[in-house]
């Protein structure tokens, strides 16, 4: 929480990171088990090879991929169901989280990193926050140097993508 609120404090911040090789998949499973417990009805499908590797900071990774699904479970109007797929081609490889959320209206997507930022909705009353949780992931990744998008899904929900350049 105290670097979190660091970055809050000044946006020229910079957090240490100390890269690590992580094999994706089973770490990916370990921050999603606990989560599964928690919450009976969440579904969760990760397609991601078996040798798929990055580097990162296990530490803020773990925090962005927790982040990522736990505003995807507190968006989503019924049982969250939530896809974790990896795509790789010769420049990159591309880390979606997608879910059955509410998603963001169109107009407000290109906002959602920003600090302090919280998209009005009929689920902010029910939902915590300060607005610092997708500006925390998004400073994170770009001291990684990869990039973070957000875009609708065509039926419903939200889709994140990291991209991590090929190493």
């Known amino acids: 929480i105290e670097k979190i609120l660091n970055i809050a404090r000044n946006d020229e911040s910079a957090l240490a990171i100390n890269p690590v090789k992580i094999q994706l998949l089973p770490f990916l499973n370990e921050i999603i088990e606990p989560l599964k417990l928690k919450h009976e009805n969440l579904k969760i499908e990760i397609d991601v090879n078996d040798d798929e590797t990055i580097f990162a900071d296990e530490f803020h990774f773990t925090n962005i991929v927790h982040n990522l699904i736990d505003n995807s479970i507190k968006y ?3 049982n969250p169901e939530i896809k974790i797929k990896s795509t790789r081609n ?3 490889l591309k880390l979606d989280f997608s879910d059955n959320g509410i998603g963001i209206p169109t107009k407000n997507i290109s906002f959602i990193f ?3 930022y919280r998209v009005s909705n009929k689920k902010n ?3 915590n926050g300060f607005g610092l ?3 925390y992931v998004k400073k994170i990744v770009q001291q990684h140097h990869w990039k973070i998008f957000a875009r609708n899904n065509s039926e419903k929900g939200l889709t994140i993508s990291i991209t ?3 190493s």
């Open 133 to 135: 949780g997708l500006f």
């Open 90 to 92: 010769n420049k990159e």
């Open 164 to 166: 991590f350049p090929n």
């Open 114 to 116: 920003d600090k302090f």
């Open 76 to 78: 989503s109007e019924e």
């Open 125 to 127: 009353n029910e939902v």
